[in-house]
């Protein structure tokens, strides 16, 4: 089974930064893309960056020129540093990866999301 284990949420004033870290765990075969998705209450989940495998990067126009979505293949991992945060910008904020991974019977394509980790921007 694959795992997303998400970290570095927290409480920050307005215009503050933070970085959070998504690490991807199990049996990959190959990662196709990972993205961050935020859940503000009472809205959608909705992508705000993703980073396809020899693709280009790519933001929500909310977010652009204040968040940089990346990736370190070697540890499965992807980071998204967020700059001069807003109150809008709260939410918790889940990470979402397309994998090529081992199952419980034979390889295949997963969908896998992790645990979501909260983003608290105070004005």
């Known amino acids: 089974q694959v795992q997303l284990v998400e970290s570095g949420g927290g409480l920050v004033q307005a215009g503050g930064s933070l970085r959070l870290s998504c690490a991807a765990s199990?049996?990959?075969?190959?990662?196709?893309?990972m993205g961050w998705y935020p859940e503000a209450p009472g809205k959608q989940r909705e992508l705000v960056a993703a980073?396809?495998?020899?693709?280009?990067?790519n933001y929500a126009d909310s977010v652009k020129g204040r968040f940089t979505i990346s990736r370190d293949n070697a540890k499965n991992t992807v980071y998204l540093q967020m700059n001069s945060l807003k109150p809008e910008d709260t939410a918790v904020y889940y990470c979402?990866?397309?994998?090529?991974?081992?199952?419980?019977?034979?390889?295949?394509?997963?969908?896998?999301w992790g645990q979501g980790t909260l983003v608290t921007v105070s004005s």
């Open positions: 199990g049996t990959i075969y190959r990662i196709d893309t």
């Open positions: 979402n990866a397309r994998v090529l991974a081992r199952k419980v019977v034979g390889i295949g394509t997963l969908e896998v």
């Open positions: 980073f396809p495998t020899g693709g280009n990067t």
